[in-house]
């Protein structure tokens, strides 16, 4: 089998043998709608097996394994969101690596691009500590909540235009939970941006017209439906390509994580 089973005793593992099972987009729309809280959708969510190709493309990764990790259990799921429940940041990735957050069960843990998301959130006084290597490795984030635009790990990175509406239930169910202490978005990567401004939209957010176009630093203004401002920032995704090459830098990101930090209520 490619993949833990819920309840066998995974570190941080949200679901049980008897959470239901979403197995296609109306299965994800209707078990996320009936999501009354986080900790209900992580557990659905992590469990889905509503996209054929990225359940069988995510339990071949944790049953072939990468030569550096045979030795390891792979997760082989999809990654719910992490960190605080009432934070005022969310920051909204692409997907779980197929050797970081498909074989951990954390998303951005144990792979190059956690190593420098959640060392800028360690500088930016998000997390506790500057490393995520494993889910029980004792991170925690105040003020910040990590969710993916897809939550199961696709074949080159690349998730269909019907796997990502397929997943939006998810994300917009998780944005409705986290609305009433979001004051900012970080989001890392053109997928993410776009899937943010879908999501919002479809929960009944004013976005700008037109909508806005993504790039490191952007940034909109989106309007709640109780008429409260929420500052979208873009940057670039944190991945290899972008960070070995020095497109993406420390400073920048600490730039767009100070952007986002400055939204936040007093108190």
């Known amino acids: 089998m490619g993949y833990v089973a819920p309840g066998s005793g995974w570190p941080g593992d949200p679901a049980t043998p008897r959470t239901p099972v979403a197995r296609s987009a109306a299965g994800v729309r209707r078990l996320a709608a009936g999501s009354r809280d986080l900790a209900t959708l992580d557990a659905r969510s992590s469990v889905c097996r509503a996209c054929p190709r990225l359940v069988a493309w995510r339990e071949h990764v944790a049953a072939v394994k990468r030569r550096a990790f045979a030795d390891e259990t792979y997760w082989g799921r999809p990654a719910p969101g992490f960190g605080d429940p009432a934070g005022h940041l969310l920051v909204v990735g692409l997907a779980p690596a197929a050797h ?57 990175n690349a998730p269909t235009p019907q796997e990502r509406a397929a997943c939006s239930g998810w ?97």
Do not use: K
């Open 100 to 156: 970081g957050a498909n074989r951990t069960g954390r998303l951005f843990t144990g792979d190059r691009s956690g190593d420098w998301i959640f060392a800028a959130l360690y500088r930016a006084g998000y997390a506790n500590q500057p490393t995520s290597v494993a889910a029980d490795d004792g991170l925690e984030l105040t003020g910040a909540r990590i969710v993916p635009a897809v939550r199961c790990a696709p074949p080159g």
């Open 171 to 267: 994300l917009e169910r998780e944005i409705t939970l986290l609305e009433p202490t979001t004051t900012a978005v970080l989001a890392l990567g053109g997928i993410a941006w776009r899937a943010t401004l879908t999501a919002v939209a479809a929960l009944g957010w004013a976005v700008p017209r037109p909508r806005p176009v993504f790039g490191h630093g952007a940034e909109a203004e989106l309007t709640t439906p109780g008429g409260r401002g929420v500052r979208l920032v873009g940057s670039y995704h944190v991945s290899q390509q972008n960070t070995f090459t020095g497109r993406l830098t420390e400073e920048m990101l600490d730039d767009v994580l100070a952007r986002c930090r400055s939204t936040a209520r007093p108190g």
